[in-house]
């Protein structure tokens, strides 16, 4: 079994794995189903700058 990893959905910063964008309300969230927590924008942002680089908030 092959897993396809979409390069346009950010990584979790702790395990690796594709996390899920949350938008509700104005706001964004990132929410990872492996570790089973939120992770903070900052980290997610720093561990896939390829995704975030030249983009505000």
Not at 22 to 32: E, M, T, V, W
């Amino acid at each position: 079994m092959t897993t396809e990893i979409n390069e346009n959905k950010p990584l979790c910063p702790d395990c690796g794995k594709e996390i899920e964008v949350l938008k509700a309300c104005g706001a964004i969230s990132y929410f990872c189903n492996h570790c089973n927590e939120l992770k903070s924008s900052a980290r997610v942002k720093a561990a896939n700058p390829k995704l975030f680089d030249g983009k505000k908030g």
